[in-house]
């Protein structure tokens, strides 16, 4: 079973708060009772409360890398090539029959930090539950955020798991509870999404977040109760989402600040720095780089229509670059993230008007669903929709809208997996294999 290493250093320095690591390990390691877990969970201070906050947002950064390029080399979306890790083009892609590997660092590192998140968010919770230097009205923000958080890191890794499930219940790290399927981990993070906003109604927010949850800033700042629902609801509509519940993605958008006319880029984003004890954006790579190499795969090219801008997400490069040659070879960088303090997005508003028109697809109202694929389409110097009025075409052009507006963002591969289309998927290299799911890692001891 998964037993989180049972300590949690948190510390300041240069203003800035940094979490200890929450090493996903054997059940016999360490002990849970040490002073600086039970400083945080008997009685805190509102101020070591607010540095648990700040530390759960810049931990729930690490290994995003990874888990971007896991889901994207699977969903082939671009391909990783690294001379010293054979993995990405390997075992990653399905070479020769060959299945994923559980206790491989592409699996490891993304479902570990994603439990760290999960971990500090737990401890938040508990020690709002027993702090007595917090009103109750406080104490109802700090849940709020926490079971917030801790429903976003458990999606991102049920993404990577899919049937084969999560643990959900990892309060007590004696004694965590089962791995739920997928459906039903999905309605357990719903629920907690729901729960939270319960919790924030009536709340008062004492803590400071990053400026990626202030779209436009550039300095952190208090948000407001009304702020942090509407990211709830952001999160919410994308589970709804991938539950099929076209009405509560509809209903979680209503709670957002979803604007078909609005900027597309308005959202909530993962930021980065070079400040002493901060980290920077380790999806960056630069333009024709060799040995550590991030390319598009030559399908996102071959198939974007002509004119349509997000090929501008994948810049030539200078000479091709190539990995088991000549079996898998790109031209083109992938130029997301252009720097290494490029934010990465969590949710912005064009993903919530293609939540938006995926769900009135899904309920037949198409006029509604083209309005919005329109919205996207001449954002991107693209004609109106002008293909079949059904389910079938319009989903279609969605998950294409989909994998150019989103990409590299970590959406493509779920995106086909949920509609039944992973068959679609290109392989340029005879014999890999298209997977569906991550197995459970080995340390999970099932």
């Given at each position: 079973?998964?037993?989180?290493?049972?300590?949690?250093?948190?510390?300041?320095?240069?203003?800035?708060?940094?979490?200890g690591?929450?090493?996903?390990?054997k059940?016999?390691?360490?002990?849970?009772?040490?002073p600086?877990?039970?400083?945080?969970t008997?009685?805190?201070?509102r101020?070591?409360?607010?540095?648990?906050?700040i530390g759960?947002?810049?931990g729930?950064?690490?290994?995003?890398?990874f888990?971007?390029?896991?889901?994207?080399?699977?969903?082939?979306?671009?391909?990783?090539f690294?001379s010293?890790?054979?993995?990405?083009?390997?075992s990653?892609?399905?070479?020769?029959?060959?299945?994923?590997?559980?206790?491989?660092?592409?699996?490891?590192?993304?479902w570990?930090?994603?439990?760290?998140?999960?971990?500090?968010?737990?401890?938040?919770?508990?020690?709002?539950t027993?702090?007595t230097s917090?009103?109750?009205?406080?104490?109802?923000?700090?849940?709020?955020?926490?079971?917030?958080i801790?429903?976003?890191q458990?999606?991102?890794n049920?993404?990577?798991?899919y049937?084969n499930?999560?643990r959900?219940?990892?309060?007590d790290?004696?004694?965590?509870?089962?791995?739920?399927?997928?459906?039903?981990s999905l309605?357990?993070?719903?629920?907690?999404?729901?729960?939270?906003?319960t919790?924030?109604?009536?709340?008062v927010?004492?803590?400071?977040?990053?400026?990626?949850?202030?779209?436009g800033?550039?300095?952190?700042?208090?948000?407001?109760?009304?702020q942090?629902?509407?990211?709830?609801?952001?999160?919410?509509?994308?589970?709804?989402?991938?539950?099929?519940?076209?009405?509560g993605a509809?209903?979680?958008?209503?709670?957002t600040?979803?604007?078909?006319?609005?900027?597309?880029?308005?959202?909530?984003?993962?930021?980065?720095?070079?400040?002493?004890?901060?980290q920077?954006?380790?999806?960056f790579?630069?333009?024709?780089?060799s040995?550590?190499?991030?390319?598009?795969h030559?399908?996102?090219?071959?198939?974007i229509?002509?004119?349509?801008?997000?090929?501008?997400?994948?810049?030539?490069?200078?000479?091709?670059?190539?990995?088991?040659?000549?079996?898998?070879?790109?031209n083109?960088?992938?130029?997301?993230?252009?720097?290494n303090?490029?934010?990465?997005?969590?949710i912005?508003?064009?993903e919530?008007?293609?939540?938006?028109?995926e769900a009135?697809?899904?309920t037949?109202?198409?006029?509604?669903?083209?309005?919005?694929l329109n919205?996207?389409?001449?954002?991107h110097n693209?004609?109106?929709?002008?293909g079949?009025?059904?389910?079938?075409?319009l989903?279609?052009?969605?998950?294409?809208?989909?994998?150019?507006?989103?990409?590299?963002?970590?959406?493509?591969?779920?995106?086909?997996?949920?509609?039944?289309?992973?068959?679609?998927?290109?392989?340029?290299?005879?014999?890999?294999?298209?997977?569906?799911?991550?197995?459970?890692?080995?340390?999970?001891?099932?």
């Open positions: 079973m998964i037993i989180m290493k049972k300590s949690f250093i948190i510390y300041l320095a240069a203003g800035m708060l940094t979490t690591l929450f090493s996903s390990c059940k016999e390691i360490g002990s849970l009772n040490g600086e877990i039970e400083d945080l008997t009685n805190p201070t101020f070591q409360l607010n540095n648990v906050v759960t947002e810049s729930i950064r690490t290994a995003l890398d888990y971007l390029d896991a889901v994207g080399v699977v969903g082939r979306e671009m391909y990783r690294a010293s890790e054979p993995r990405y083009v390997q990653l892609m399905g070479k020769d029959g060959q299945g994923l590997d559980n206790n491989a660092f592409y699996l490891t590192n993304p570990n930090a994603r439990y760290r998140g999960v971990k500090a968010c737990n401890i938040l919770i508990e020690g709002a027993n702090s917090i009103t109750q009205e406080q104490r109802k923000g700090y849940l709020g955020f926490a079971k917030t801790k429903a976003y458990l999606l991102l049920l993404n990577l798991t049937t499930g999560i959900v219940d990892v309060a790290p004696d004694n965590p509870g089962p791995f739920l399927n997928y459906e039903e309605k357990a993070i719903w629920d907690m999404l729901n729960e939270a906003v919790d924030f109604n009536g709340s927010i004492e803590y400071t977040l990053s400026e990626g949850f202030f779209y800033t550039s300095s952190p700042a208090k948000p407001t109760v009304a942090m629902i509407q990211f709830n609801r952001a999160i919410a509509a994308r589970v709804a989402l991938y539950r099929k519940d076209w009405p509809l209903t979680a958008l209503n709670g600040f979803f604007d078909l006319n609005g900027d597309l880029k308005k959202g909530y984003y993962h930021v980065f720095s070079t400040r002493p004890s901060d920077t954006n380790l999806a790579f630069r333009q024709n780089a040995g550590e190499v991030r390319v598009a030559p399908s996102f090219a071959a198939d229509i002509p004119g349509d801008d997000p090929i501008a997400k994948a810049t030539l490069r200078t000479n091709p670059a190539s990995a088991d040659q000549p079996a898998l070879v790109s083109r960088d992938v130029w997301v993230y252009t720097s303090l490029a934010p990465i997005p969590i912005r508003n064009e919530f008007i293609l939540i938006y028109a009135k697809i899904r037949f109202s198409y006029p509604d669903a083209i309005v919005a919205r996207i389409r001449s954002a693209l004609t109106p929709y002008a079949a009025i059904n389910e079938n075409a989903i279609t052009d969605l998950l294409y809208q989909r994998r150019y507006s989103l990409f590299f963002e970590g959406h493509r591969w779920v995106d086909v997996r949920r509609n039944d289309r992973l068959a679609t998927l290109p392989n340029a290299r005879a014999g890999d294999t298209i997977f569906d799911k991550f197995p459970i890692p080995l340390t999970e001891g099932q």
